[in-house]
C-alpha cells in the first residue's frame, strides 16, 4: 500500500519537528522550574531575614543596664540590713514589676501608656536610690495613651539620662519627660539637669557615645527614615528628643499600619 505524497511530506515534517518541540519545551519546563526554585529560594530568605530582623529586635528590647540590676539590689539589700521593711516590700514591688514588663514584651508597638507605667516604676526604683534629691516631672498627653510606640524607648531614654548626666551629678537632680502629639507625630522628649555639659567635645554628639545607637537601630527596623532622634546640650544637662509616626491599633484586626520602608 503506498502513501501519497502529501502524507509523506507531512510525516517528514512531524519527525523533523517533533525534537525540536520536545527540545524547546524542555528548556521551557526547565525555565519555568529555574524560575520557580529562585521565587521559592528568594521567599525563603526573605522569611528568614524577616525572621532575624525580628529576632535582632527583641534583642535590641531585652537589653538591660547591669549596673541598674547592681544598682537595685544594693538599694534591696541597704533596707533589709537596717529592716525598712515597708521601702523594701515597696522596692521589690516596683523592681518585679519592671522585670516581669521587660521579659514579657515580645511585640514590635505597644500602646504608650504601657511604656509610660513601666518608665514610671523604673523612676520609683531611682527616686527610692536617691530621695528627696530627685525631683521628676511628667507632661504626659492622655489622648494619645493609646498609641503604639516601640517597647523600652522611653524607660531607654530615662535610663540614658541617669547613666551621662544624673548618676554623678552632687546636689538636685532633675529629671523632665514629655510626651505630646505634635501634628501626625509623636514627640517624645526627656530632659535631665546632669553634668552632660561638662563632657561636651562638639555640638554634634555621637548617638553611639551617648547610648541612644540601641533606639535608633529599633526606630530605624519600624519606621525606616520616617523618624528623628535629636541629643541638644544646654546651659546645664541634656536634652533627647525622639519624633516618629502616629499610629494606632486597627479595631478590626489588632493590627498597626506600618509604612516604613
Not at 502513501?3 to 524542555?26: E, G, H, R, Y
Request: proline share 3%.
Amino acid at each position: 500500500m503506498f502513501i501519497s505524497q502529501d502524507i509523506f511530506i507531512v510525516f517528514i515534517i512531524v519527525a523533523i519537528f517533533t525534537p525540536i518541540v520536545s527540545v524547546i519545551t524542555l528548556f521551557m519546563t526547565s525555565g519555568f522550574e529555574k524560575e520557580f526554585r529562585l521565587i521559592t529560594v528568594k521567599k525563603e530568605q526573605e522569611h528568614l531575614e524577616k525572621k532575624y530582623r525580628k529576632n535582632e529586635y527583641i534583642l535590641l528590647n531585652t537589653q538591660i543596664q547591669p549596673h541598674f540590676l547592681f544598682n537595685t539590689l544594693n538599694l534591696i539589700l541597704g533596707y533589709a540590713h537596717i529592716q525598712e521593711n515597708e521601702k523594701l516590700i515597696r522596692t521589690l514591688e516596683k523592681f518585679s514589676m519592671y522585670l516581669k514588663y521587660h521579659y514579657q514584651v515580645q511585640e514590635s508597638l505597644i500602646p504608650l501608656y504601657k511604656e509610660y507605667t513601666h518608665t514610671k516604676n523604673y523612676l520609683a526604683i531611682q527616686q527610692a536610690r536617691f530621695d528627696s534629691l530627685l525631683g521628676v516631672n511628667y507632661f504626659f498627653d492622655h489622648n494619645i495613651k493609646d498609641v503604639l510606640v516601640p517597647p523600652f524607648i522611653l524607660q531607654t531614654l530615662v535610663e540614658n539620662a541617669f547613666k551621662h548626666g544624673l548618676e554623678n551629678k552632687l546636689g538636685k537632680k532633675e529629671l523632665s519627660i514629655t510626651l505630646k502629639q505634635e501634628g501626625l507625630n509623636v514627640l517624645m522628649e526627656v530632659i535631665d539637669n546632669g553634668s552632660g555639659m561638662s563632657n561636651r567635645v562638639t555640638d554634634t554628639p555621637e548617638k553611639t557615645k551617648y547610648g541612644l545607637k540601641n533606639i535608633e537601630e529599633r526606630l530605624h527596623y519600624l519606621f525606616g527614615d520616617n523618624f528623628s532622634l535629636n541629643i541638644k546640650f544646654l546651659q546645664e544637662g541634656t536634652k533627647v528628643s525622639i519624633i516618629f509616626p502616629l499610629l494606632f491599633e486597627k479595631s478590626s484586626d489588632n493590627d498597626a499600619s506600618i509604612n516604613s520602608r
